[in-house]
Nanobody, 123 residues
């Protein structure tokens, strides 16, 4: 399994931007579908975006057109660029890896989780 470490969270005003990074250990990173999930207080963890080993992408409807997921297999890193942030985007964001999976993997199919990074959007 890969080990995942997120960075890049913080406090931002509505309309602002943040970029999250997730660094993975291991030599098989390119074989994993990677994703970002988030969990707000009192709510279930939800999938935000995912990217397959070949670069295919999927986004939740709530973030389409505002968030962009990308990966750099040479650096074993996946990114989430978040633009036009809204207060409802406030949550702990988790990086996730699914070995050999598609971009449609859900929380129950995650092989490795990062520790999470807080994103807070003020109004």
């Amino acid at each position: 399994q890969v080990q995942l470490v997120e960075s890049g969270g913080g406090l931002v005003q509505a309309g602002g931007s943040l970029r999250l990074s997730c660094a993975a250990s291991g030599r098989t990173f390119s074989s994993y579908a990677m994703g970002w999930f988030r969990q707000a207080p009192g709510k279930e963890r939800e999938s935000v975006a995912a990217i397959g080993w070949s670069g295919g992408k999927r986004y939740a409807e709530s973030v389409k057109g505002r968030f962009t997921i990308s990966r750099d297999n040479a650096k074993n890193t996946v990114y989430l660029q978040m633009n036009s942030l809204k207060p409802e985007d406030t949550a702990v964001y988790y990086c996730a890896a699914n070995y050999g999976g598609s971009v449609y993997f859900q929380a129950t199919g995650v092989d490795s989780w990062g520790q999470g990074t807080q994103v807070t959007v003020s109004s």
